[in-house]
């Protein structure tokens, strides 16, 4: 039998990783705090509208920034695997 050749998978950058769990730890404690914001009122507890306005501005800070960080990261890596495409057709002309 001829032996096939297995395909490396490409390791993620640690840094894609971190910044990925970063962004969901950041986002499920937002979210909890919602909750608690929520059912806060719900049993006629006062909850400033300050901390409610506070957790929805930075669950759409956080989900914004993630956003951006990955269209420019796959921008970049987009422009050079652009750059090694046209180097190697260089240097086969």
Same mark, same amino acid.
């Given at each position: 039998? /001829?032996?096939?050749?297995?395909?490396?998978?490409?390791?993620?950058?640690?840094?894609?990783?971190?910044?990925?769990?970063?962004?969901?730890?950041?986002?499920?404690?937002?979210? #909890?705090?919602?909750?608690?914001?929520?059912? /806060?009122?719900? #049993?006629?507890?006062?909850?400033?509208?300050?901390?409610?306005? /506070?957790?929805?501005?930075?669950?759409?800070?956080? @989900?914004?920034?993630?956003?951006?960080?990955?269209? @420019?990261?796959?921008?970049?890596?987009?422009?050079?695997?652009?750059?090694?495409?046209?180097?190697?057709?260089?240097?086969?002309?």
């Amino acid at each position: 039998m /001829a032996e096939q050749k297995k395909k490396k998978r490409k390791r993620k950058p640690l840094a894609k990783e971190t910044s990925k769990k970063l962004a969901v730890a950041i986002l499920g404690v937002a979210l #909890f705090d919602i909750q608690l914001c929520v059912l /806060a009122t719900y #049993f006629n507890h006062e909850i400033p509208t300050e901390i409610a306005v /506070a957790l929805i501005t930075e669950i759409v800070a956080v @989900f914004l920034t993630y956003c951006l960080k990955a269209y @420019f990261g796959k921008k970049a890596e987009e422009n050079v695997r652009l750059e090694e495409e046209y180097i190697e057709r260089d240097n086969r002309e």
